[in-house]
């Protein structure tokens, strides 16, 4: 199984990136690629900028690399409740060219934040909309507190309550 996971952030210390690489090793045997959304480089979006350039290449790779997964994990920063503004602008650019980002393929939406909401709002969102953008939602979770959870010098999780939450979510792949 060839699992994708990437993190709706552009942080070069991103928690959401972490806990996306995380989830999707715990897929015994899986081929895990990492993507970096900060690879992919697209303008602002706006229809006068696509008339000017068409496609932006930056989403046709992006694109690209999803279709190679035989399964996605995604991991949501929040910024004010919603996506980040990095983001939100590849998946306009990616949805101008296939409305399915996802491709169909299961999917697990996982959030994370150093505070106790746990990104949930933009989670919720995601979930929401996750059927108009061609992602099959196998599970989802929000893990609160990042920083008291996560062991970021070891990569673990400290509880194993936590460490089998994620497990069983990536499990649903499957």
């Keep these: 199984m060839k699992i994708v996971a990437f993190a709706a952030s552009t942080s070069s210390t991103s928690i959401n990136k972490q806990l996306a690489t995380y989830a999707a090793k715990q897929v015994e045997g899986a081929e895990v690629t990492v993507l970096d959304i900060n690879n992919y480089h697209v303008p602002m979006f706006s229809e006068d900028k696509e008339k000017e350039i068409g496609q932006a290449e930056g989403a046709q790779a992006f694109l690209r690399d999803l279709s190679q997964a035989d ?65 099959q939602v196998k599970a989802s979770l929000s893990v609160p507190n990042f920083y008291d959870n996560f062991d970021v010098s070891t990569g673990e999780f400290k509880s194993a309550e936590w460490a089998d939450k994620v497990k069983q979510a990536v499990q649903a792949l499957r």
């Design 71 to 135: 399964a996605i994990v995604v991991s949501y920063a929040e910024h004010n409740g919603y996506y980040p503004a990095a983001y939100k602008n590849l998946f306009d650019w990616a949805t101008r060219i296939d409305r399915s980002v996802f491709q169909n393929k299961p999917v697990v939406y996982l959030a994370t934040s150093p505070g106790a909401g746990g990104a949930q709002s933009v989670l919720a969102a995601a979930i929401g909309s996750a059927p108009y953008f061609g992602a």
